[in-house]
Antibody, heavy 119, light 112 residues
Framework: QVQLQESGPGLVKPSETLSLTCTVS??????????WGWIRQPPGKGLEWIGSIYYSGSTYYNPSLKSRVTISVNTSKNQFSLNLNSVAAADTAVYYC???????????WGQGTLVTVSS | DIVMTQTPLSSPVTLGQPASISCRSS???????????LSWLQQRPGQPPRLLIYKVSNRFSGVPERFSGSGAGTDFTLKISRVEAEDVGVYYC?????????FGQGTKVEIK
């Protein structure tokens, strides 16, 4: 059974960098059939796709966040990571990591982690 | 960006009765490869989203048969044939035909 688990700070100061890691078990990130993505959900609101990465390092980012986002993969640890810089209060959200096939909605999601941007 | 518009935003339903959610996209979701990359997600309270339907009408692994999807082009529908208590939550349509992938605003299904 594929499982994903997000980890990282729950509180980030404005203008700083939000950094999260997703640890994958039950599957290898090197699995050539899938992409590994990040989606976020502000409290009480809808979903926003942030971006996705293939094990080779190819990335796809939401243009609305592209200038601030970096997604990377660490195949030796079976992890992938999200960095979002210059954060503001509007970046407060539950951040989910997920596995998906290209052009398919994610079939496997992490439980999500709430990140609050506040001084 | 493709805008996904769901109706209704809230749907009170009686247990055992059917429910239907509509999703309309601002552009056709037919990709140049001939596929339509429209999916439906369910989010129960306090839980991550769960994939129900992919490519308009295909049920994901483990999804009960009471869930079905239909539609084409810009108009799509999710139907629950007989609502059960565990179906309470918010339902989202989402498209992956064109980057960036976008979501509808969500439809809350609750029991009357």
């Amino acid at each position: 059974q594929v499982q994903l688990q997000e980890s990282g700070p729950g509180l980030v100061k404005p203008s700083e960098t939000l950094s999260l890691t997703c640890t994958v078990s039950g599957d290898s990130i090197n699995n050539s059939g899938y992409y590994w993505g990040w989606i976020r959900q502000p409290p009480g609101k809808g979903l926003e796709w942030i971006g996705s990465i293939y094990y080779s390092g190819s990335t796809y980012y939401n243009p609305s966040l592209k200038s601030r986002v970096t997604i990377s993969v660490n195949t030796s640890k079976n992890q992938f990571s999200l960095n979002l810089n210059s954060v503001a209060a509007a970046d407060t959200a539950v951040y989910y990591c997920a596995r998906h096939a290209f052009r398919f909605a994610p079939g496997y999601w992490g439980q999500g982690t709430l990140v609050t941007v506040s001084s | 960006d493709i805008v996904m518009t769901q109706t209704p935003l809230s749907s009170p339903v009686t247990l055992g009765q059917p429910a239907s959610i509509s999703c309309r996209s601002s552009q056709s979701l037919v990709h140049s490869d001939g596929n339509t990359y429209l999916s439906w997600l369910q989010q129960r309270p306090g839980q991550p989203p769960r994939l129900l339907i992919y490519k308009v009408s295909n049920r994901f692994s483990g999804v009960p048969e009471r869930f079905s999807g239909s539609g084409a082009g810009t108009d799509f529908t999710l139907k629950i044939s007989r609502v059960e208590a565990e179906d309470v939550g918010v339902y989202y349509c989402t498209q992956a035909t064109q980057f960036p992938w976008t979501f509808g605003q969500g439809t809350k299904v609750e029991i009357k």
